[in-house]
């Protein structure tokens, strides 16, 4: 039986891709346009991961160059200041999930487990005002891998009680390790992952 239910922010609550995408095409915008293009690519296949992994990977593995922990901060700073602006339109939220916890935050305990940064997602939430529906709200840096086992541990939730609904390889992931049940969302490249695919989050078997 279905007691705790795990939700991805950006792709499940809010239709945030498009613009995050945006956002890393603006962050770095000085630098080679097939190189950006490629840290584009990286991001939508990895929407699970955050915006320090990739701002690392963007130097480190696509331009072979090294980068300060400083600088990894400040580009986070910029996007980050993006986001905020641009992330508090009610309209980029996804209806049929907002309907979903407004009928059952109540009824199952909710959480986030994000690869978007806390501070900023706490504050997202908020403003988007879907904040009360959750018991609490997580994101980077800590891997969404160690985000999962931390609060089971510290909720002592039995796994077999607890799924995640992510729309990336990486929410597969957190579940996967965790031992936890995942059920894929407006993604369908995560039909070849898992059978449990909703396509509409009603579909969820509660």
């Not at 991961?49 to 690392?56: A, E, G, N, P, Q």
């Not at 700073?77 to 999930?97: H, I, R």
């Not at 992931?173 to 995942?182: D, L, P, Q, R, T």
């Amino acid at each position: 039986m279905i007691k705790n239910i795990l939700f991805d922010f950006d792709g499940v609550i809010i239709d945030s891709m498009p613009l995050k995408t945006e956002g890393f095409r603006r962050i770095f915008s000085d630098f080679d346009p097939e190189a950006v293009q490629k840290i584009l690519d990286y991001n939508n296949l990895n929407g699970g991961l955050s915006r320090y992994v990739k701002i690392r990977y963007f130097f480190e593995e696509i331009l072979s160059a090294p980068i300060e922990e400083d600088e990894v901060l400040r580009y986070a700073d910029k996007f980050s200041a993006m986001m905020k602006q641009e992330l508090t339109n009610k309209e980029l939220l996804v209806d049929e999930v907002i309907n979903f916890l407004k009928n059952n935050h109540e009824k199952y305990r909710l959480h986030i487990v994000s690869g978007a940064d806390e501070k900023e997602l706490q504050y997202l939430c908020k403003e988007l005002g879907v904040d009360s529906y959750f018991l609490s709200i997580h994101g980077s840096p800590t891997h969404k891998n160690d985000l999962v086992k931390q609060l089971l541990t510290e909720h002592n939730y039995d796994p077999s009680e607890t799924i995640l609904i992510g729309d990336s390889i990486n929410d597969h992931e957190a579940a996967e390790v965790n031992a936890i049940g995942f059920y894929g969302y407006n993604n369908p490249d995560l039909k070849a992952l898992t059978s449990n695919y909703l396509n509409h989050i009603d579909d969820l078997p509660l």
